[in-house]
């Protein structure tokens, strides 16, 4: 969240720096077995929404020189899983 923070601002959206500290305390008061989507489809063998989310948050980070080690990570991750595991 941290890394999607700095590439939004560093793009001009006017996100202010507290909001990643909301979002982890709501994440928080969540029930502890919830899943996150792309984790669901994951799972599910599905196609995952990574090109635009984390993908975009490291495109958008290089064409702004922002480094985005976490996001890129989990792109390397995920990278074989995109279109869909078990397919």
Do not use: Y
């Not at 202010?16 to 599910?44: G, H, N, Q, T, Y």
């Not at 702004?64 to 279109?83: E, Q, R, Y």
């Amino acid at each position: 969240m941290h890394e999607a923070l700095r590439v939004g601002q560093a793009a001009g959206v006017p996100i202010k720096d507290a909001v990643v500290a909301e979002r982890l305390k709501f994440i928080d008061s969540l029930v502890p077995d919830i899943r996150a989507s792309m984790a669901i489809d994951l799972l599910a063998g599905r196609r995952l929404e990574l090109p635009w989310l984390s993908g975009a948050v490291v495109r958008k980070g290089a064409e702004l020189g922002i480094a985005t080690p976490a996001n890129a990570f989990v792109c390397k991750a995920l990278k074989l899983d995109v279109m869909g595991a078990w397919r």
